[in-house]
């Protein structure tokens, strides 16, 4: 009997399953610039990542158009390292109008998935837990996702990141109920289902479009298209 949800937030909320590299490799294929090879977008994108993990370039004040313009601007550098033909100019250019696509894509799947927020919010307790970088409270706000959710546990907070499953055991302790008793939503098996089953929750992963060439994963629990089936589960 499911008494409450944990509900991840990049990709499954704002991306509508999708890993967000894909979206990003879109927005970046709208841009006056030569063709990126695979394997130089994916460098530039860990790049970034890993950047932003170690140095504080995100702070709680930036909302998500403001943070992915900062990713892209180090992307962006990164692939000027690599070789690709960018100015300055270009750059700070080319970093807003990637902001502004990933901005309006993440609208676009957040009020895909309102109804069902909606819905879910009406009937349980809801609880966020997110590997973020310190602004997630500033991001739910600018979408007026922020009412949704009961407590949020973020990893740049908390000082946990998943797929360590002591994140999901805080977002159970935030909801005061058993781990049997929660259903974890991700999009990840391998960050949210995985570590999240480990403690005896259940689960429901929502299948979008993976991170490139990566193999299928056996998916346990729970396997949905898109948010909106779990109306009809739950």
Not at 31 to 46: G, M, N, R, S
Not at 101 to 125: F, G, S, V
């Amino acid at each position: 009997m499911i008494k409450g949800i944990i509900f991840d937030y990049g990709g499954t909320i704002d991306n509508c399953g999708d890993h967000w590299a894909v979206i990003i490799r879109e927005a970046y294929s709208t841009l006056p610039i030569d063709e990126l090879p695979l394997d130089t977008f994916c460098k530039a994108y860990v790049f970034a990542e890993r950047e932003l993990a170690k140095v504080r370039h995100i702070f709680p004040e930036h909302n998500f158009r403001d943070m992915m313009e900062i990713k892209a601007r180090l992307e962006l550098e990164e692939f000027r390292r690599l070789g690709v033909a960018l100015t300055d100019g270009d750059i700070r250019n080319y970093a807003a109008a990637i902001a502004d696509y990933t901005d309006r894509h993440a609208r676009e799947c957040i009020e895909k998935a309102r109804p069902t927020l909606d819905y879910l919010y009406n009937r349980y307790p809801m609880v966020l837990v997110s590997n973020f970088y310190g602004n997630i409270g500033e991001v739910l706000r600018t979408y007026s996702l922020d009412r949704y959710f009961k407590t949020v546990v973020e990893s740049a907070v908390v000082g946990v990141r998943k797929p360590d499953p002591a994140i999901f055991r805080l977002g159970v302790d935030a909801l005061g109920l058993r781990p049997d008793e929660v259903l974890v939503v991700g999009d990840s098996v391998s960050k949210d289902i995985l570590p999240a089953r480990t403690i005896g929750c259940a689960t429901a992963c929502i299948q979008g479009r993976p991170w490139f060439n990566e193999p299928a994963q056996e998916i346990p629990g729970l396997s949905i298209k898109n948010l909106s089936e779990l109306r009809e589960l739950y």
